[in-house]
């Protein structure tokens, strides 16, 4: 059982940056992966960055060198710092956090509420 809850979108400008903050209910270093999503109207949710316990990050192609995800572990917060944003950058983003519960073996996803990222040309 994780509860995640989002916060820091907004309306920016093309080329304007925001941090997103994630704050989790449990330690994140107990934590599988911690991930960023993104789904835009009409679309999928998309993997945008993940985190992993040990401290191993990946990227979708569309956002390396523009966004960083990273995370301060005495607090249980995970951020994402996105700079250089474009218009297509416009979502929903959702923090996600993986799991694997050692009693059932099985794995389990947890969602954020999201928070709304909108760039404007």
């Known amino acids: 059982q994780v509860q995640l809850v989002e916060s820091g979108g907004g309306l920016v400008q093309a080329g304007g940056s925001l941090r997103l903050s994630c704050a989790a209910s449990r330690s994140i270093t107990e934590i599988n992966r911690m991930a960023w999503y993104r789904q835009a109207p009409g679309n999928k949710r998309d993997l945008v960055a993940s985190?992993?316990?040990?401290?191993?990050?990946d990227y979708v192609d569309s956002v390396k060198g523009r966004f960083t995800i990273s995370r301060d572990t005495a607090k249980n917060m995970v951020f994402l710092q996105m700079n250089s944003l474009k218009p297509e950058d416009t979502a929903v983003y959702y923090c996600?956090?993986?799991?694997?519960?050692?009693?059932?073996?099985?794995?389990?996803?947890?969602w954020g509420q999201g928070t709304q990222v909108t760039v404007s040309s």
């Open positions: 996600n956090a993986g799991v694997f519960d050692t009693s059932t073996q099985l794995w389990s996803d947890y």
């Open positions: 985190i992993r316990s040990r401290g191993n990050t």
